[in-house]
């Protein structure tokens, strides 16, 4: 008999090959979590070589700067969340980057404010100042970037809770994790084009006699994020809308994709009734304060508090970490070389992302049992870094392969935390979710910073023996027992709040 399925009719769509527009908004996702990390580590590149000989910075300074991100950061984590599901993600993921954007520029005008404070007439009287002059240099400078870095840390706070909601209205629970972990290597690849690029850059201006050098790199890198808003403004849309509104659908996703798409929602003997019912639980938002009645809440909040603030030490110290004990500059062949071997290794965790979803073929075992086997899996490596000071002693690369292998553990551990709650949180509430893990993980992220410039100085000043290490090595190898046991406590502490896989319903 003659097929006569017309074209274009519903029957011919559903049998069309689908497309692949989720891995389109998945790429935007990744390039925005780049920009993001590459506005963060402008600072740490460039601080120690660049700026402090300006503003004759000490560690504590240095830290206090981002201790002060990380608990702006972590505040507003609590807030983004929310902004981000009531905004929703097109509009607020553009509020995000936006003011991102502009908080990163805002660093190049830190030294013209510090000058013109204080009556100077050029850097070179900075540079120049000593005793109490210096000080005040320090005192008011300091005061200048945090000032710039809350900005940072308030429009970096959407990233994550914009970026996690768009997974979960474009991917299927058991892709998620892989998705995730995709767009979250952008954190580890604008790590890894960092030191490649932000001190060349500061360098070339400086030679140029731009300012120093560091105030374009702030403002070349800034400025990426305006570009990335034009490509979210033209091609983002969510995949379809909810059937019951009348809403225009996405035309760059066919019924095929969305099928796909939306394969978690249906399962073929559900009645409309059971149907409509999914859809209104999963657009029904869970007030505020009731998410800390969860369990799960708190596990996705320990989880994060206590390994975030691992891999933000380790974004935030390793080039001052090559400078101080081994002696390499920032801008040297062989600093540049060992921190982009290091960020290289973390792009291992694309993998991690994937582990999951192997987990859960072969096994069938439910997304939570098998997100928590592969997080306690990824928990086991940084122990590694309980050997990597000592390692040190015998070469300098001991220490950045294991902590390139750490950090590969953390951003892998990080995909599936960000996925476990897509699986039990309804839609509407997830952004939310993200963003009080956000904040847990940003108060971990201030105690280590905060505490790690102090120890550095004091170490420094008091020439401080522990465990066979002296001076500035013996407090890293400090941090690095605490980063090294971080994720097994972390895990421990998810699993005993939440046991067993429970998704949580909204009546």
């Known amino acids: 008999m003659e097929n006569t399925t017309t074209i274009g009719s519903p029957a011919a769509q559903s049998q069309a090959k689908a497309t692949n527009f989720r891995w389109f908004i998945c790429a935007l996702l990744f390039f925005a979590t780049t920009v993001n990390y590459m506005d963060r580590q402008v600072l740490s590149l460039t601080w120690k070589d660049f700026i402090a000989p300006e503003f004759h910075w000490t560690d504590t300074n240095y830290a206090n700067i981002t201790a002060i991100f990380s608990i702006v950061y972590a505040v507003a984590n609590l807030f983004a969340g929310r902004f981000i599901d009531w905004m929703g993600t097109k509009k607020g993921y553009l509020w995000a980057i936006f003011i991102w954007s502009a908080g990163a520029c805002l660093h190049a005008l830190c030294g013209w404010a510090t000058e013109h404070t204080l009556g100077l007439h050029d850097a070179a009287q900075m540079v120049s100042a000593t005793g109490a002059v210096a000080s005040t240099i320090a005192i008011t400078s ?25 997974t979960a209205e474009y991917f299927p ?55 990335w808003m034009g490509f979210w403004m033209l091609y983002y849309k969510k995949p379809a809308e909810n059937p019951r509104v009348n809403a225009a659908e996405n035309p760059r996703v066919n019924a095929a994709e969305l099928a796909y798409i939306e394969q978690d929602n249906h399962t073929p003997d559900e009645t409309t009734r059971d149907k409509a019912e999914k859809e209104d639980s999963d657009s029904a938002s869970i007030p505020f304060l009731k998410c800390f009645l969860y369990p799960q809440t708190w596990a996705v909040f320990f989880g994060k508090f206590m390994t975030d603030g691992v891999w933000w030490f380790f974004l935030f110290w390793i080039p001052a970490y090559i400078s101080d004990v081994y002696g390499f500059s920032s801008d040297t062949h062989t600093a540049q070389m060992l921190i982009f071997v290091l960020y290289a290794l973390t792009m291992l965790s694309i993998y991690g992302g994937k582990l999951p979803t192997i987990i859960m073929e072969r096994t069938g075992k439910n997304p939570y049992s098998a997100r928590m086997q592969a997080m306690f899996i990824f928990a086991l490596f940084p122990l590694l870094a309980l050997f990597a000071q000592p390692l040190g002693e015998h070469s300098y690369w001991w ?12 951003q892998s551990w990080s995909a599936n935390i960000y996925s476990v709650v897509g699986d039990m949180f309804p839609k509407s509430t997830i952004a939310t979710i993200i963003g009080i893990g956000g904040m847990a993980g940003g108060i971990g992220s201030f105690l280590i910073n905060f505490f790690s410039g102090r120890l550095f100085d004091y170490a420094a000043e008091t020439n401080m023996q522990f465990m066979g290490f002296e001076g500035k090595a013996s407090g890293y190898f400090i941090i690095f027992c605490i980063c090294g046991v971080a994720y097994l406590v972390g895990w421990l502490i998810m699993k005993a709040l939440v046991p067993k896989y429970k998704i949580i319903k909204v009546d």
């Open 399 to 410: 220490p950045v392969i294991i902590i390139g292998l750490a950090g590969a553990a953390h």
């Open 142 to 166: 300091v005061y200048y970037f945090i000032a710039a870095r809350i900005v940072l840390g308030i429009g970096e706070a959407g990233n994550f809770p914009a970026a996690i909601k768009v």
């Open 173 to 227: 629970k058991k892709d998620r994790a892989f998705s995730t972990s995709i767009f979250n290597a952008g954190s580890t690849v604008g790590a890894l084009i960092a030191p490649l690029s932000i001190p060349p850059l500061a360098r070339f201006f400086k030679d140029l006699g731009v300012g120093n050098g560091w105030e374009m790199a702030f403002i070349v890198i800034g400025g990426l994020g305006f570009i």
